[in-house]
């Protein structure tokens, strides 16, 4: 396995023990599939990452940051997102938010009880930084 390859399974790893610590307090916790990571030539030093998040029915994240710019976009369901010091924004498909790398992520999460929600998210890192950091 590659450095990149090791990196990745050690974020995606930390990011599930998480979820599984504060699955007492999130009824289903998020489903993550990393579709791809890729240096940016532009940037040095930087990588974009693409993955797809699922809520469960009432599903949810913890409190965490991603110390680098995350950008949403919904595809299914619909989910309520907000960062510190912001609005609580509710999404629809087809709708989006974005992330900075300073902000802390306070609600992400299925506002429904009985349905579904995915959507994508593209992160713009530094080069092996973790995807998720909790807070």
Do not use: C, W
């Given at each position: 396995m590659t450095t990149r390859g090791k990196v990745l399974a050690q974020s995606i790893a930390s990011f599930t023990l998480l979820l599984q610590q504060a699955g007492t307090a999130f009824a289903d916790p998020p489903t993550i599939a990393t579709l791809?990571?890729?240096?940016?030539?532009?940037?040095?030093?930087?990588?974009?990452?693409?993955?797809t998040v699922t809520y469960g029915p009432g599903g949810a994240d913890p409190v965490h940051r991603h110390?680098?710019?995350?950008?949403?976009?919904?595809?299914?369901?619909?989910?309520?997102?907000?960062?510190?010091?912001?609005?609580l924004v509710t999404l629809t498909p087809g709708q989006t938010f974005?992330?900075?790398?300073?902000?802390?992520?306070?609600?992400?999460?299925?506002?429904s009880q009985t349905k579904p929600a995915k959507f994508v998210v593209v992160l713009v890192k530094?080069?092996?930084a973790p995807a998720l950091v909790p807070e």
């Open positions: 791809m990571t890729k240096d940016l030539a532009s940037a040095p030093g930087k990588e974009a990452m693409m993955m110390h680098g710019q995350a950008f949403v976009y919904v595809l299914e369901g619909t989910i309520e997102m907000q960062v510190k010091g912001g609005p974005y992330e900075g790398p300073d902000d802390v992520h306070v609600v992400g999460r299925n506002a530094d080069k092996g």
